[in-house]
């Protein structure tokens, strides 16, 4: 349980920074760079939900399969 409270906590935070981010460069005029940011965030936190759907596959695989 303490791994998913801790990933949680991670996507929060680089959610946090990357709006934070994203703002100051709109109010800086550069939206295009802003935008950017949002993707590249967007894209990290996608890993980090892929990698822990992974383990959850592989753990209820290895509950149902027996192994």
């Not at 935008?35 to 149902?64: A, C």
Request: hydrophobic content about 65%; overall charge negative.
């Amino acid at each position: 349980m303490n791994i998913e409270v801790n990933a949680i906590f991670q996507i929060a935070g680089i959610g946090i920074i990357i709006a934070m981010i994203h703002t100051v460069l709109k109010q800086m005029g550069k939206e295009d760079m802003a935008h950017w940011v949002t993707v590249i965030g967007f894209v990290v936190v996608l890993f980090m939900v892929i990698r822990l759907l992974d383990n959850l596959f592989q753990e209820i695989k290895s509950i149902f399969l027996f192994q």
